[in-house]
C-alpha cells in the first residue's frame, strides 16, 4: 500500500499556491509584504482584476497564507492543488482518472512522490498555456463632451440676476484674484447650464450641477476635446473636483492660454511652455502669461496626465517650464513632466513656493 491520494494532495497543497504556479511555469506575482500575490485566473482565463479600473494586478488573488487563491471576476477560488487540477487538467478531477493524471504531472515537476506502480514515464508537460494576453482598452471617452462644452456657459457674472450656485463660482474666481471677464474672454473656465437645461449628458449627472460648477476641458494631445473636469465652488464640497462619471481621464491635459493651439500643431510665436498641475494654476498661469504679453502656451497636468505629453508636437526651441508647487507632490510631476517630453526639448524646473502661488 503506498501513498493515498490524500497523501499527494497534501504533498502538492505544501508547495503552495506560488509554488504550484511556478513548477507548471504559469505567470504569477509573489506577494510581498500584507499581500499575498497575483496571478491571472487559472479558471477564466481572465488576465486583470477589476476590468472596469485600471487595475494591473492578476485576476486571481492569493491569500496571504498562500495557501489559496479566488479570482475576482468569475470567483472561482481553490487551493494548490486546486490550481495544479486547472493546469493539468484544466478543469476540477472527477474520477480516480483524473487524479491519476494531475499526480502523473505533478510528480513529473516534483510536487508529489511518483505512482507507486509501474507508472510508464510520465506524459510530457502540457506546453504551458501562453500567458494570457492583457488587453490594452481603450480609454472611455465621455461622448459628446463638446456639445455639452458649448451649452456651458461663459463666466460672465454680468447677467442680472445671477444664481447663487453662480454667484459661489464667482466668489471662488474672486478669492483667487481671478477676474471673471478674463476668465471669460480667454474662455479658461465655464459654468455648467442652469437649472432649466435638460439634455444632461449620462456622464454628467444634473445632480452635480450645483457644488462642481466651473468646468474646464481635457484635451487629448492632438488638441481634441476629450473630457470635461469639475471644481467644487462650494466651501466643503467633497471631493474637490470631478471627471465625466464613468468616463476615463487618464492622459488628458488641460489647455490653458494658446495651448489648444499648441496641441493642434498651429504656428505660434512663444519660447516657452509653462506647464501647472490641476485647474486652478492652470488659469492662474493663462492670465498672468496674457497680463504681462509673455511668449508662452499653458498646459495643466494631474496625476495620469503626464504619458500624453509625450505625444505633444513641441515646437523646436521652445523652453518648458515645469512650474509644480515646492513641495513632494511638485517634485514628482515635475519629474513625470521631464520624464515624458523627448529628451531634445529643454525642460526647466520652476518651483511655485506656496507664498507665490494662488492657493488651489
Ligand atoms: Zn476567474
Known sequence: MGASDADRIGEINASGVV???????????????????HMPCPSCGAPTRHTQS????????????GRGWRCHQCDVSGDAFTLAALLTLGRAPHGADDYRGIFVQCAAVGLC???????????PLPTPRPAPVVVVRELQRAPGVADFWRACR??????AHPSPDDLAASWFLARRGFYAPDVARLDLARLLPGPDF????????????PAWRLVVPGF??????????????????TPKTRWAFGCDAGELLFSGFQG????????????????VEGATDMIAASLRAERNELRRAVLGVVSGSAPALARVRWPAGVVVLAATDADESG???????????????????????PAGKVSA
Do not use: C, N
Open 19 to 37: 509554488g504550484v504556479a511556478r513548477s507548471f511555469r504559469f505567470p504569477v506575482v509573489e506577494g510581498r509584504g500584507a499581500s499575498g500575490g
Open 54 to 65: 485600471r487595475d494591473k494586478r492578476g485576476a486571481a488573488g492569493i491569500r496571504r497564507d
Open 154 to 159: 461663459p463666466v460672465d457674472l454680468t447677467v
Open 220 to 237: 487629448e494631445a492632438d488638441g481634441v476635446m476629450a473630457g470635461l473636469h469639475a471644481r467644487a465652488v462650494l466651501p466643503g464640497a
Open 331 to 353: 517634485d514628482k510631476y515635475a519629474a513625470q513632466i521631464r520624464e515624458f517630453i523627448p529628451a531634445t526639448v529643454r525642460v526647466l524646473r520652476k518651483r511655485l513656493s
Open 198 to 209: 435638460t439634455a444632461w449628458p449620462t456622464w454628467w449627472p444634473a445632480s452635480w450641477a
Open 260 to 275: 489648444v493651439a499648441l496641441l493642434r500643431g498651429e504656428a505660434l510665436d512663444i519660447d516657452t511652455v509653462e506647464i
Open 113 to 123: 512522490r511518483a505512482m507507486d506502480d509501474a507508472t510508464p514515464t510520465p506524459r
